[in-house]
């Protein structure tokens, strides 16, 4: 064994000699977000050697300079003897890795108001599944001596007219000491069935019939949004978001299903997501709002079919194995005690029902939101989160398929990527001089590079000429920005760190770069083989609706020109945020608008894109800047005539 | 702090100067049976002092030459300084204080079938609500890629033909490897909802049709006795019983309610009678039987309704309050995952339906089993566990009462008292030289007495002129057996320690008399008050049943002949053993049996012998040998005439 610390945490542990350093880091339960989950791709372990001996392997993103310094990949990193490291204390390093962030504000509660509004436009009615009753009941004494448990179900039964009342152990354990000191003047908190049968789920001392609350957890692959909501009203209470936790085990699905299968690996991502995301979400709505966990009675949460299994703890394997079998779409009935969620332990987890393997119940939930099953109009709906879904259809049908995005949209798998977060750059421009202006979320000084960034960042190099319509960054150019590797790799620095006292430069690699073009194209090349399959083109297409974490500054005029979005009057196209987490939020309010969900989770056709024949040549076209074929965009083609 | 060293143990633990010791021995997780709980009452808690500074108070369970070698009590000492103290390894100190008795005889087997055998003559049919079914599906394809779980509800569908197909998280978490482990034929276990609907509780992999089982326990105060049973014919796969563990905290009802109070006393309570008592009994079986836990899908339990709340962890404390309120009499549905009861976690935890505060399920189950609410004859029925609970009635009508009659049947509060299992003195008789002849359980060395013994004592004792009619000891007999401490308290020696190589002698004193018969007149007036409530007499009796732990050696003659049985013809009067576990062995494999146990709960009328006018006067003229009016014993004064 040998010791093994790190500063400026200063945790010790013991290892065995031979240790791979990153592992080291994590057993010292210190969070690095890893995208390439320890295959040395990503870069992002970055550690400072201090002392000690550690045998390192060479690696594009240790520059000479920084490898002097000490500077090595703990994942490609072996532990020899008795060592110091540093690890950068980063964003995502604190608290579980999570910084977990506030939504508060006027414009967060207008989305939600305006959504609300829509619903009940649609049709659908307020009302949730769970009620609540104050009762007066009278005290037992020698001549009437039934149990705690039956005066209050003959109470229920006389006041409230249900003839079955039933209860769970944990409200057992509860009722002979807090009828007493209620002076037998509760809060019951129950859900009927029908007009005959009743479950309590929740009893308190005194009136409190106002208090009820519910909570909507978005579960994104890199982000997790969580709102809590008065059941009553439709009140946003509190917001909060963070990255998701399981990211330590890697930046995208089919990496998180690998490591599932490994030893304790699916409790530990379980765990990950529920104790190390979700429960600090909630914790901190607690603490903003003043609600007690005991009074949140209602859950809703809405992930992708992958996300689905690991908050469940139910193993994904198959779903990455050929006929790719998920093992639930629409989940059983399961109480909050059981996942350890911290809501009250009686609370009916309601997870959005998924379609298939690669569309998940976030699309289920966002298709709801968007309004699109109610439409006439042919709407196409594109989330761009980790990887990338599309539905398109409106009230009479809905197509669904999914694309292998990756993870770039959330900043995912780029070297200076981020989640569109405090510090992410959300808006580029780039002058004549190839300098660039930079807008970043918070004001803040820049950390790194989110989805909404980059692709503006792609646009404006494209038309500054800093890159080719391949992506590759052109030679010879008059600017300090632009460097090339020993591998003759080219990269563009849009921050310098000297500037900004930062760690290191904010920068766009070819890599990147290439990474990002793949991923606009699987979105566009999708959406081109799904209208194909209709026999319908672009033409059809009424009103588009771009959902997820790509960030609020989303540029559309930018996402067009880089080819992510069809070249159409972009006045058809409309950026409508966390779509999943606003489904989930009706979904809490309303239970028609549940049962609408179920409905369109029921009803959405799945297209396999790898079977359909014409996918791959759609792809690989569309792998340029904006296409292979420029007439696809008018648009561009005539800014390029202009610029040129 | 100070440092306290247990031997033969070998464990030392610190403990602050001034904690008692018997604190210290719980503490150090050694177990002693201590009925009275630490006020110095009962003397169970001898030990040794080796070395050290202990101080003790003085106590009549010490003898001068006891007090000599070290001897001291446990809860009668505080310690000083760092020591060392013997604690003698007793039956009840090895294995959490549990001595695992084995029941797999055929004797034993007998009375299951005779008893299964009644339920079927009164018309019960045999058939659970749990069901298996094997099943062989298609796997999934391509083209027919539907989830694991709906895969397996549409094959329930179809081939079972339920319309509606639920289930848990955890059998959701146990398919997808499962389903292809068995390459898809599975035998799943499922309980129907009438014809439409059924919840699936276990999957297993091949065809296990065959192996469906299901375990009952009675949870007395002083004893827990288990069996595990095949549910298609009733077959006794196995059987157990030991002390319960929560002796610890309180020989009755009463003091463990009122450690249940203090701090986490309700939790320790739970924990003791579950982890520490009913599952290392499952344990024991499984390994007899070779049944897994999975297996085990069916769950009966009864016990008093102080032990049916602990058991469940439910606040008991207004039981023994005016007005002496129970928190429930019947249970909502509970799974053992939520008691952490060790069967497959997803079974159904039925525990029997409580009558009132002081008459529980284990009452209600023994009238089943008992069969008397099938019977035209007026039937009593007379449980002797701790305290002792009275039904009298027949097909028509039921009345119960509860006796204050103490632990003193299982041998609790009994100096020498110990439960009816192996080393048990359970017959006795005595010759014209006052020496006793001894009948031990298990043909070993007697340990200590239990009730059938000391029924047989005292009743052998007053014939042989030992004791007067009040239980006192006569003075000047020629006998080295008999002893009286410097308080004057006179006792009898059954067994001297040199003869059989014992701790110390073991013997009766009148202060264990004194509770015996105390014990005894509580069960004779109760009959007595109870019938009079009804205007009725002995004469009405038809049947007799003695149920409980009193041991099978009862001797009827002789339970007439101290006065605690009526003295009518004994051959109306039967030992049916212990009735509960019967009682909860019959609803286990048979529905019928189960409706009819909740009818009988439901139909039972309790009297409540405080208020009853006479009691008190019935009481106090049956704290006598056999009576204070021997005319309401014939049988008894002739033979008064006779050996005078």
Redesign the interface.
Known sequence: MVKIKFIPYNREIEVPKGENLLEAVRKAGIFMDTPCNGSGACGKCKVKKINGNIVSKNSRYITEEEEKDGYILACQSIIEADSTVEVPETESSSMHGMKIEDFSGNREKDIFQSSKKRMLESGMKFGTYVKKEYLEMDP???DD??????RLKRHIRKQLNYSSV????P???K???LL?KANFKITITHIPRGNEKTTIINVEEGDKTRELYGAAVDIGTTSVAACLVNLYNGELMARASSGNAQIKYGADVINRIIYSTKGSGLQELNYAVIQETINPLLDKMYRDSGISRDQVVSFVAAGNTTMSHLF???????LRM?????????????KAS??DIEVNPETFIYLVPCV??YVGGDISSGVLSSGMWNSEENVLFIDLGTNGEIVFGNSEYLMTCACSAGPAFEGGEISCGMRASGGAVEKVSIDGNYEPTLGVIGNEKPLGICGSGIIDLICEMMFAGIIDRKGKIVKGLDTNRIRFDEHGIGEYILAFKDQYNLERNIGITEVDIDSFIRAKAAIYSGITTLLNNLSMDFTDIDRIYIAGGIGNSLNIDNAVKIGMLPDIDQSKIHYIGNSSLMGCYLTLMSEDARHKLEQIANSMTYVELS?EPKYMDEFVSACFLPHTDIDKFPTVKKCFNKSV
Do not use: H, M, Q
């Not at 001596?145 to 039956?150: V, W």
């Not at 039933?166 to 152990?169: G, I, K, Q, S």
């Not at 050929?322 to 399961?334: C, G, L, N, R, S």
């Open positions: 037992p004494t020698l001596n039934i149990s705690d448990f039956e039933f209860c769970r152990l409200i057992l354990r009722i002979p000491k007493r469940l703890g139910v193993y994904p394997n198959f050929e006929p790719y079998i998920p093992a639930f779409v629409k989940t059983p009935f399961i059981e996942l298939a393997s079977v």
